[in-house]
């Protein structure tokens, strides 16, 4: 009996019924597989805190008001932008495509490339309404400081990137699948981890400076506790810049980019001018982590084990919806069923590596706080940034999963009690309260 099932779903996978089912359950156990193998030990194990004991009342209720609204949004744009894509799939624009082969001259690739750069433009467009409205809530809560103009002059670039960008994809990928049919999805896992690679290399200096100002960090205190700290951490953090983020927003961050020659370590301008030089110096530490422990090329190293059952998910996905569609493969009709299939695969991927980079995010912590030994600094500067930047502390939990690339605030101040706490070698447990 045991040998009869086995050839039955042996004859189910070479006829494809099962091919998509075994892909994507394969993919998943890949992608777990790797956030195990890549994830950082040595992490402080938070305590549990009370969000009372470190926010107002008043404190809490605007956040989560500001943020509960500004997530059904995000949700909303989602859902609009599938809405786009699925009819897109069900219904493709013959007659636009028509044209854009007319005016690809006939040329297939020239025709979807200029299918990509309007694909993605109309997804970038539709759901602007909800964009504008998450953004006029944000100036509502003093988040941003930008003009309506500004804001659509920046609007414009990115659009016109994106489609740019759009275009010399939707060409590729159409190309090999023209090129290979049938195993197009391993020169696309490769295109996928080169152009990571190119993204993270050359996006620090190429696309970045199109949307801000970044000046070296000039001298002066934050300076030299940089140098200090990064001599303490025994670590070649590049470059640190300075980041003009006030022009648009009031929140304050920073963030590690870059490979290579093009590695720095950025500081919001708002950071620097509105938290406490310890509260800096933290900050500075917990960058520094992500350094030390070369997270950036472990995300890397993630994307790059994780390409090929993706992208073989993505291809079961866009030949069953273009057949249904009755699309010609490597054709520009088949760009609507390859962008859903490619987002619903890259949603389903970022959800399985929040997990590595909630983790990463954790182990830099920890290490910002052994090497400034200053958790009540760590704490003040974890409670500072939720103020600032209106943050929920203590999320739902749903969403921390689907989309948190970060602990908790709350968790976060809970480590830093924990750390406290075994500075000064009392119990592991319990609650601080201030």
Known sequence: MATVRLRRLSGSLRHGRLSLPAAVIGAALVAEAAVWLLRPHGVIDPVEVRETAYFTRSQLERAVDFRTGQRWLGLGTLAVQAGVLAFLVARPPRRTLALLERAGRGRRLAAGALAGAGLVTVLRLAPLPLEAIARERAVDVGLVTQSWSGWAWDLVKSVGIGAALAAAGAALFLGLMRRFPRRWWLAGAAAVVVIEILFVWLAPVVLAPLFNRYEKLPQGATRTDVTELARRAGVDAGEVYVVDASRRTTSANAFVTGLGHTKRVVLYDTLIDRFKPGEVRVVVAHELGHVRQHDVRRGMIWVAIVAAPAMLVVMLLTGCWSRRAGASPGTAATLPAFALALA???????????????????????????????????????????????????????????????????????????????????????????
Do not use: Y
Not at 348 to 359: E, W, Y
Not at 375 to 391: K, S, T, Y
């Open 344 to 434: 619903l695969v890259s949603f389903g991927a970022s959800v399985v590596s929040n997990q590595l980079s909630r983790r990463i995010e954790a182990r830099a912590d920890t290490f910002a706080l052994d090497l400034t030994r200053d958790a009540p600094g760590f704490i003040d500067l974890e409670r500072g940034l939720a103020v600032a930047n209106v943050a929920d502390p203590d999320p739902p939990k749903i969403f921390v999963w689907l989309f948190g690339t970060h602990p908790p605030t709350i968790e976060r101040i809970g480590a830093g009690v924990s750390f406290e706490r075994s500075q000064k070698g009392a119990p592991e447990s319990g609650e601080q309260t201030r």
